[in-house]
């Protein structure tokens, strides 16, 4: 493979993570960032020299940075709101990009850059938005499991992140809790990745029944609590669930049920695997009984290509996510996370907010076709909220 000249933009908190897992690949060098603030810029690319890498140039825009170095790939980890713009200046300027998550709280905006980055990709190009848990050893177990049939038909799913928010994470920040800036609350900033794995193994939503509510916080405009049941495209049923009012925290967990086997993911965590495939029928046995074969079926990842050098440093799910990206440029193919799966996460969220405002399920392809566009969702009813 060929070297990739990679920008990174934004040079904070997420930047540096970006900047240790691309460290991780000989075939990308980091030749520039671009940051705003030039502290910021000058702090992480003293970070990179200290870390072995040769010392890239620094930039305050984007512009200048294609105008001064030969930029092959840029990674985008500046704040969320400022994600579709530079995508789209990154894009029209013929360059692959990877985007931190969220892709971004507003599906308007969202489905320009999706437009955008289907046409690129007829050129080659590819545009990937981080979804590092797609690439945890037990998430890989469950969807090749899926893709291989070995669940039968998939039945029903239970998607919860259980988690706990002080009302002092919500005090610390003017744009916590509010729907112009935070663009949603439990479910938007701490369930969009479970949603994302709920989908992912589902498959296409079709409609969307929900309910939110603010129930242990106050001086926040969006919902601390989310509860949704989904219907699939395949027939399937789901129960969408999540939380900020869990003291004192529990755990995110998905349950995908089957025909012929079934799955629990808790904590990024294979915590039972059954497929009727591997261990006969072992029937009416369920977790408590036994045929728990989730060591066996996680033998087949080894545990070395899932697991972070330094975990204190970095997720070692960015490196993951990077090794397909890398290898979908050198390739000429997509990569395993497109911006359309990233826009269907997001519409997925959205949905559920619509659902719960006018107290009725929706259709999840009128939400993508723009239909609910105009409607202010709230927290709980519009009903209730009048």
């Known amino acids: ?15 540096r993570t970006h900047a240790v897992a691309l460290q991780s690949f000989p075939e990308a060098r980091i030749v520039a960032l671009v940051d705003a603030i030039p502290a910021a810029s000058e702090a992480l690319a003293d970070f990179i020299e200290q870390q072995g890498g040769q010392r890239p140039q620094q930039f305050t ?20 709101g400022l994600h ?20 971004d709280v507003d599906l308007t905006r969202a489905q320009e850059i999706e437009a955008a980055a289907k046409e690129a990709a007829g050129n080659g190009v590819v545009a990937s938005v981080i979804s590092q848990h797609r690439f945890d050893q037990s998430s890989v177990a469950v969807a090749d499991a899926v893709a291989k049939g070995r669940f039968g038909r998939l039945t029903s799913a239970i998607a919860s992140v259980a988690w706990w928010r002080s009302q002092g994470y919500y ?17 938007m900033n701490q369930g969009v990745h479970t949603v994302d794995l709920l989908l992912w193994f589902m498959g296409r939503p079709v409609e969307i029944h929900a309910h939110t509510a603010r129930l242990a916080h ?19 049923l789901a129960v969408l669930h999540a939380t900020t009012a869990a003291y004192p925290g529990l755990t995110v967990r998905v349950q995908l049920m089957g025909s012929e ?3 629990v993911v808790d904590n990024d965590r294979l915590q039972y695997f059954h497929s009727k ?22 033998a087949k990842y080894p545990e070395e290509d899932y697991k972070a050098a330094d975990p204190t440093t970095y997720p070692a799910g960015h490196v993951r996510q990077y090794r397909d990206i890398l290898a979908a440029i050198a390739g000429g193919r997509q990569p395993g996370v497109t911006v359309s799966d990233a826009v269907n ?4 969220v959205r949905a559920v907010y619509v659902s719960a405002t006018l107290g009725q399920p929706v259709l999840f392809d009128d939400v993508l076709a723009g239909k609910y566009n105009d409607l202010e969702v709230r927290t709980g009813t519009a009903a209730e909220s009048a």
Do not use: Y
């Open 61 to 80: 825009t984007l512009a200048d940075a294609f105008a001064a170095e030969d930029i092959d790939l840029v990674a985008l980890a500046t704040p969320s």
């Open 84 to 103: 579709i713009q530079q995508g789209l200046e990154v894009l029209a300027a013929g360059k692959h990009v990877v985007i931190e998550k969220p892709l």
């Open 261 to 263: 086997g079934s799955a």
């Open 218 to 236: 106050e001086r926040i405009e969006v919902e601390d609590t989310a509860v949704a049941t989904i219907t699939f495209e395949n027939g399937g």
């Open 171 to 187: 005090d610390s920040g003017d744009w916590r809790g509010t729907w112009s800036m935070d663009g949603g609350g439990a479910l």
């Open 1 to 15: 493979m060929s070297t990739l000249n990679v920008a990174i933009t934004g040079c904070g908190v997420i930047g």
């Open 345 to 348: 996460a997001l519409a997925a």
């Open 277 to 298: 495939d591997a261990g006969g029928e072992s029937a009416d046995m369920g977790l408590q009984g036994g045929g728990n074969q989730a060591e066996e079926e996680l």
